[in-house]
Every structure is written in structure tokens, then in C-alpha cells.
């Protein structure tokens, strides 16, 4: 997680590292530098060896760090477009939100990178008919919320997880650090168009068709996004959005993409 501290000490070498608290964690010892070596001498012992990345941004990473002589292939993730489906607002009517506009938001553990901190400055500028979901919380988190925002824990039901997708309006990932952005291509998946922040990979999966890219941060960026969509409405992006799932990202394709190297390695 070093773009988040704006830390570039992996290209060369670790050391008095400014992100001890996070991972892996430490309180006293800062053992980055040993770590960093025994790393590489780990992988670069290695003769015969094909990096894949699962962004294109990740693999311009690597081509900056001591992988950098190794083949790189760009294999993005897939989801299943039979599970990740348009399935209505039934969230929507579970929630009492039917007419209200729902913005969604999806992470496992909510952090300073995912950006919840955004979302409750949005959650100030919003109108009275624009309601907030959060997914992924702690009860913690949950209690200290707006009233405008709804928080829930994190879910092993995907298929609540399919309604709350299906039936937001606007799907953001505020994340400020993504090798990828699942949660970003399932919302897509479900037909709902997705806002991204102009940062790391986010960027790469979503085009003008599907939805939206800011700079980080801008909060009057997203409120013009949401005006946006309340005027065209969501159904102008809908069919763009399931479409462009199935032409890139279905699961299936990537497994062949993963045969189709080992099979040229071999």
C-alpha cells in the first residue's frame, strides 16, 4: 500500500519505512529493509518465471521494481455474469428507498484508501432524496454514520450482495488504491454505471459508456456525476454497462487467457 503514504523506496530498496502500522504490521522493529532483500532474493533466483498482473497498471509497476527482466502478461479479473446479473430493485423495497436515488459503495474492511471519509462529505452535500449504502463496515463504523447513510456489515450472501448492485442507481469505489477493482466490474455486471477515481487502476475499467472518472477526493466532481445520471437516468448506461462486462471481463475468457500462457510455456 505505498501509493497511499507516496513511498517509491520499493523500485531500489526498502528501509525506515513510513507505513510500519499497516502491513505487514510492526510496532517497534522496522525489519522493511530485510524483508525487501530476502524478497528478492526469493523471486530473482527463480530462471524460469512469468509475472502476471491483473491491471496494466500494475504491470508498469512491476517493470519499475527488481521483476523487472521477467516477461509480464496483463490478465485482467473475471466475475461470473450468471451470478453478477440485473435482478431489479429489490433492494430498493427491502430498504424503503423506491424513490429515492441510491448510491452504493462496496469494500471488505473500510480504511483510510477506500475512502469513507469521502463518503461522509458527500453524504453533507447531498440532496434529500439521495440516500448512501455502505457495505463492509464495522459496528463501530456503522454507529458513527450520518443519517442519510446506511451502513452493513460485511455479507457472504452474494446474492444480496447481486440486489444491492442491481438496484443502486451510481455504484462508487472512492478507493484511492486498487490493483483492479472487483466490486467496481461486478456493479457493471448488474447493469449499474460506476464512478472510479482517477488513480492507480480504477481508471482502466471503466470507459465513458459504463461511467465516470474524477480526481481523488473531488466530492463537487461526484455531485455533478449524480446530477448527471438523475437526468439521463441509469437506464441510459444499464445495457452499456452488462455489455462491456461480457465482452472483458467474463470469468470464463480469463480462465482460457490463464490455458492459453500455460499452454505457450510449456
Not at 517493470?63 to 523487472?68: A, G, N, P, R, V
Not at 463492509?136 to 452493513?152: F, T
Not at 478507493?175 to 449499474?192: N, P, R, Y
Request: charged share 20%; aromatic share 10%; glycine share 4%.
Amino acid at each position: 500500500h505505498y501509493t497511499n503514504v507516496n513511498c517509491s523506496k520499493w523500485k531500489r530498496g526498502c528501509y525506515n519505512c513510513p507505513n510500519l502500522q499497516d502491513y505487514p504490521g510492526a510496532l517497534l522493529c522496522d525489519h522493511s529493509k530485510k524483508n525487501y532483500q530476502i524478497k528478492k532474493k526469493s523471486f530473482t533466483s527463480l530462471k524460469n518465471l512469468t509475472i502476471v498482473t491483473v491491471s496494466q497498471w500494475l504491470a508498469n509497476e512491476v517493470k519499475q521494481s527488481f521483476l523487472c527482466n521477467y516477461p509480464i502478461r496483463v490478465i485482467h479479473n473475471g466475475v461470473d455474469i450468471n451470478v453478477f446479473r440485473p435482478v431489479g430493485d429489490k433492494a430498493k423495497l427491502k430498504y424503503n428507498m423506491e424513490n429515492h436515488f441510491l448510491i452504493l459503495g462496496v469494500a471488505t474492511v473500510w480504511n483510510v484508501r477506500k475512502g469513507l471519509s469521502d463518503f461522509i462529505k458527500l453524504a453533507e452535500n447531498l440532496s434529500s432524496d439521495d440516500r448512501v449504502i455502505l457495505v463492509g463496515l464495522s459496528q463501530k463504523q456503522i454507529s458513527q454514520l450520518p443519517p442519510n447513510i446506511i451502513g452493513l456489515q460485511k455479507t457472504e450472501n452474494v446474492e444480496e450482495l447481486v440486489n444491492l448492485y442491481s438496484s443502486a442507481d451510481l455504484f462508487m469505489n472512492f478507493s484511492v488504491e486498487e490493483t483492479f477493482g472487483l466490486t467496481t466490474v461486478e456493479s457493471m455486471a448488474c447493469g449499474t454505471p460506476a464512478l472510479v477515481y482517477n488513480s492507480t487502476a480504477c481508471p482502466e475499467i471503466v470507459t465513458e459508456e459504463t461511467g465516470f472518472i474524477i480526481e481523488p477526493h473531488s466530492i463537487d466532481e461526484a455531485l455533478n456525476v449524480i446530477k448527471h445520471i438523475k437526468s439521463v437516468g441509469k437506464q441510459y448506461y444499464a445495457d452499456n454497462c452488462r455489455s462491456y462486462v461480457l465482452k472483458k471481463f467474463r470469468k470464463e475468457d480469463k480462465y482460457k487467457e490463464y490455458v492459453a500462457l500455460y499452454q505457450e510455456l510449456l
